[in-house]
């Protein structure tokens, strides 16, 4: 298969996407002055505010919108929780079961079957991902299980997002970015009615350029590329490919914490990016059935 056969649009913004996403474990376990409802509420009200400028594009079906903002709010406020419940690392690797959860929930889309190349894909980038994130062998202790099945959670709500939303009504990208508004202050209003008063006069100017960070960053134009990049792309081909995003996001960590680069990083990354390429090459339908929007 040539390069310009599976070189498109679509895979140039979800190569973005993933290049964003890759900053989001190392920025968000620096915040540690807030809750992470409070930390979720902050950063989505913060990328909201961002498409207030666009507001006349805001056009958007109710179900659309509820699904969206039911998303935003839900993994991120899922993943942040499972940083501070388990080892961030080990909280990394079962948020990034998400691509392997679009892969195998790409058959819920009309004219996507998997074929044997998407299988094997998405178990070479599972099996790199553990090499990569775990530091021998994953145990789930007993101390660590809520902070694992709160990452878990976290990967089934954005895996099934990322195949459903090809069948929701289309709606411009910057609905993608508005619905953080919405989901911000929800999640603050949750924050407030649980935890009590927020305290955002003792978060240090530390956090809150962090905070601006992750809502300009991983969490604001991402949202906005990965929805393009799967609105007209393959989703198989996009799953495997995210593979490359705990890569990354683990190089990350390891660089900021001073961390040797061993053996078990170079064959993991090998690993994901051989699953990536592969899932990436697989040659999708010539003629796809148009995907009936959910009603």
Known sequence: MSAVSWWDRST??????????????????????VSPLVLVGLVLF????????????WRASALSWLVTITA??????????????APVLEANLINYLWPLCIILFTPLLPGHPLKPQHLLAGALGLVGSVLVMVDGELKLQQAYLPGYLLALGAAIVWGTYSVLSR??????????????LPAGLLALLLAWGLEGPLPLAQIPRADWLLIMGLAMGPMGAAFVTWYLALRDGDPRRIGALAYLTPLLSTLLLVWLNGEELTSRHLLAGALIMGGALLGLMVKSPKSQRVVKPLS
């Open 12 to 33: 140039a913004l979800a190569l973005l996407t993933i290049l964003l996403w890759a900053s989001l474990a190392a920025l968000t376990s620096r915040v540690t002055s």
């Open 46 to 57: 913060f990328c909201g505010l961002g498409a207030l400028p666009f507001w006349r594009q």
């Open 167 to 180: 069948r929701l009504p289309p709606a411009p990208a910057v609905v993608t970015a508005a619905a953080c």
């Open 72 to 85: 935003l709010l839900l993994y991120h406020s899922l993943l942040f929780m499972s940083f501070r419940h």
